[in-house]
């Protein structure tokens, strides 16, 4: 699964390396983002803004906002088969960006890790995204990660990641109308451009989210 992840990067690099025109509302960069968090996304619908949405979809029908706590992360494997993921999945798509996430590695105590791509200081991993209105008329725009089986660098730590997409594949992600080409895309990273280090468990808690939760484990 993928359940923490950072976006630490300033607005002038994001806007840079995503070719962005700015965002919807003050950015501010996360150390520790989390389900329930209005994060950052790209969307196919809005390729040249940042938005913010909360972590965890949220499909139409849903009578509560509270079932997105269960859908933060879709399976590449069986997304084709769960309505609430086919229908934005050739709809709905969108960039998530960062520059790094978090995982526990379960035979080391439940050690965690942050994990990064060597070759980019931001990387955009792959999501769908919703827009859902509560009975009382209220509009939440919401999203998930897509997941999907470890790579070689991955395997030691957990036996899922985030699809990670290639920066050359990145637009094809959010404007694509061809579905072998959008199911392609959900593959594991290459393993080689991977690294990863030991942090403080002070990422165990979503409330410390300041640069030290990321500091590596003993320093």
């Given at each position: 699964?993928c359940g923490r992840?950072s976006?630490?990067?300033?607005e002038?690099e994001?806007?840079?390396?995503?070719?962005l025109?700015?965002?919807?509302a003050p950015y501010?960069?996360r150390?520790?983002g989390?389900?329930?968090?209005?994060?950052?996304?790209?969307?196919g619908e809005?390729?040249?803004?940042?938005?913010y949405?909360?972590w965890?979809?949220?499909p139409?029908w849903?009578?509560?906002?509270?079932?997105?706590?269960?859908?933060?992360?879709a399976?590449a494997?069986?997304?084709t088969?769960?309505?609430?993921?086919?229908?934005?999945?050739f709809?709905?798509?969108?960039?998530v960006?960062a520059?790094?996430?978090?995982?526990?590695?379960q035979?080391?105590?439940k050690?965690p890790?942050?994990?990064?791509?060597?070759s980019?200081?931001?990387?955009a991993?792959a999501?769908?995204?919703?827009?859902w209105?509560?009975?009382?008329g209220?509009v939440?725009?919401s999203?998930n990660?897509?997941?999907?089986?470890a790579?070689e660098f991955?395997?030691?730590?957990h036996?899922?990641?985030p699809?990670?997409?290639k920066?050359?594949?990145?637009?094809t992600?959010?404007?694509s109308?061809?579905?072998a080409e959008i199911l392609?895309?959900?593959?594991?990273?290459?393993a080689e451009?991977m690294?990863?280090?030991?942090?403080?468990?002070?990422?165990n808690s979503?409330?410390?989210?300041g640069?030290?939760?990321?500091?590596?484990?003993?320093?």
């Open positions: 699964m992840f976006l630490s990067a300033n002038a994001l806007n840079l390396r995503f070719e025109e700015g965002g919807e501010v960069p150390y520790n989390a389900p329930t968090q209005m994060l950052a996304v790209i969307t809005k390729p040249h803004r940042l938005s949405h909360r965890g979809l949220i139409p849903a009578k509560d906002i509270s079932i997105g706590n269960k859908m933060i992360n399976r494997e069986t997304i088969e769960k309505a609430s993921f086919r229908t934005p999945l709809s709905k798509r969108c960039l960006p520059d790094g996430f978090y995982e526990w590695q035979d080391t105590g050690q890790y942050r994990i990064f791509v060597k980019s200081a931001l990387f991993m999501g769908l995204w919703e827009r209105k509560s009975p009382a209220e939440v725009e999203f990660i897509i997941t999907t089986e790579n991955m395997k030691p730590i036996n899922r990641m699809v990670i997409l920066r050359e594949d990145e637009k992600w959010l404007g109308k061809d579905s392609k895309l959900l593959r594991p990273y290459p451009d690294d990863a280090y030991p942090v403080s468990k002070l990422v979503t409330r410390n989210e640069k030290e939760v990321w500091i590596k484990a003993g320093d």
